[in-house]
């Protein structure tokens, strides 16, 4: 490059502090949200998500060939006094919820929290006033930043739900909190959501753990856990052919939004997947009856977080025979076992649609507690149903009272 032209190129960088000027929407005071640009590379340890820090030709690398393909959008937080990025935020949608993931660099201190607050308003406001959208979520708000929370509740989002301990610390851990802003003029429309009592079946009370027992003999094949009427084994590609079977004959459309129909090749391309995702995130087991191996139900722990130690539990008993007779929470504490004292897991969370009153009096039976609610995630009759949000913690879990292996069977039941 000649000396002439290097020196036009640097006439050609803008002042810096005067980036905002160039945009009318999404300024704040402290900060502005920008598309990412191929120079943000250069500061990718401030803004980049994610566990492990990239360098800047992977950062440049992943600008330039990959960030085409997301679905998701990212916005580079920008300070607003001399351009620089200082974190980012990214926004998926589900169905018509957007879900924004932020970032700030904590080396910046609580400033940070400052500029954060200001990305996280900017996007909510976006995204739900300007763009209509009838409800967006913070996914991850942790205990420690008080001043994002304290703007953003003052800004009319809600702590929707708080999972105790459920982000790690450099010391331990620490209650995580999921904010929700709701769009005014469709709860005009359709009424408060927070107003509507949570539906509850079941007596609400935790019984004694049904812990997995010692096999006297042969095991079952493949078992993991046995407990007394029931084992966990790896999920096989010939359980398709059962899940297939008795999806066809699904009675209850009211556990999830209707019911699904579903085809064998894709649920062993389904089993597959999961096993092969370095590392992997969703592990879920068959669940057997011990006296005939016969397959009848599935639990698993997905969306594993190996930084914070946590997952959502989920269970599905696809033979509508064996719901109700308590196989679901005995097959639910071999999983605990697994997942606390295996994976290593310190607690475990749960969503459940507030027309599966089961789902929710079976998790109160494990010994889970509720936490809160996430209003409008899917639709429902003439609106939109919440789900109501239930944590268990692995020391909580540890304390219960255990049953004897005499009692299993009735305790269970
Ligand atoms: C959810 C599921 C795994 C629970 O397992 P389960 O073996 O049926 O549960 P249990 O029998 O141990 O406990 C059921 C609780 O609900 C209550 N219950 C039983 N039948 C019920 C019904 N039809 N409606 C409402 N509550 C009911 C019981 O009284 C019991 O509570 P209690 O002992 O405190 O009184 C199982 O029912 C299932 O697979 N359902 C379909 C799939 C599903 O809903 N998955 C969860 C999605 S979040």
Redesign the pocket.
Same mark, same amino acid.
């Given at each position: 490059m000649t000396d002439e032209s290097k020196d036009t190129k640097d006439e050609k960088k803008p002042e810096p502090g005067t980036g905002h000027l160039k945009h009318s929407f999404l300024v704040g005071e402290l900060v502005y949200l920008r598309s990412v640009e191929k120079d943000d590379a250069e500061y990718g340890a401030s803004w980049r998500q994610g566990m492990i820090p990239r360098s800047v030709s992977a950062t440049a690398s992943w600008i330039e060939d990959d960030l085409k393909e997301e679905d998701d959008l990212h916005l580079v937080i920008v300070r607003k006094s001399d351009d620089r990025p200082v974190g980012s935020l990214k926004r998926s949608t589900w169905r018509h919820n957007a879900w924004i993931a932020g970032t700030i660099d904590p080396l910046f201190g609580e400033q940070g929290q400052h500029w954060l607050a200001e990305a996280y308003i900017m996007m909510l406001q976006w995204s739900v006033d300007e763009h209509h959208r009838i409800i967006a979520h913070i996914e991850e708000v942790p205990d420690s930043q008080q001043i994002v929370l304290e703007k953003l509740q003052a800004m009319g989002a809600r702590v929707s739900s708080t999972f105790r301990e459920a982000h790690r610390t450099a010391t331990g851990f620490e209650d995580w909190h999921m904010v929700t802003y709701l769009n005014k003029d469709w709860v005009g429309t359709l009424g408060d959501p927070y107003a509507v009592e949570k539906p509850r %079946? $079941? &007596? $609400? *009370?935790p019984r004694p753990v049904i812990a997995p027992v010692t096999v006297e003999g042969d095991l079952p094949p493949n078992a993991v856990r046995v407990g007394p009427r029931v084992y966990l084994r790896p999920l096989q590609k010939a359980d398709a052919v059962d899940l297939v079977e008795w999806a066809r004959r699904e009675t *209850?459309p009211f +556990? %999830?939004s209707g019911r699904s129909v579903m085809t064998q090749t894709s649920l062993e391309r389904w089993f597959e997947k999961l096993g092969k995702k370095e590392p992997q995130t969703w592990v879920r087991f068959a669940v057997c009856l011990r006296e005939n191996d016969e397959f009848i $139900?599935a639990v698993g722990v997905d969306g594993i977080d190996y930084k914070h130690r946590r997952a959502e539990s *989920?269970?599905?008993?696809h033979h509508v025979g064996y @719901? %109700? /007779? !308590?196989? !679901? &929470?005995e097959a639910k504490h071999l999983l605990f076992d697994y997942a606390f004292n295996t994976l290593g897991l310190h607690s475990l969370q %749960? +969503?459940?649609?507030y027309t599966? &009153? @089961?789902?929710a009096?079976?998790l @109160? /039976?494990q010994g889970y507690r509720d936490v809160g609610i996430e209003p409008w995630l899917v639709q429902g009759k003439g609106g939109y149903d919440n789900f109501g949000t239930y944590e268990l913690l692995a020391d909580e879990w540890r304390a219960m009272p255990r049953a004897s292996v005499e009692d299993a069977g009735d305790l269970? $039941?």
């Open positions: %079946s $079941g &007596t $609400g *009370e *209850e +556990w %999830s $139900g *989920e269970s599905e008993f @719901r %109700s /007779k !308590g196989y !679901g &929470t %749960s +969503w459940v649609m599966n &009153t @089961r789902s009096a079976a @109160r /039976k269970a $039941g």
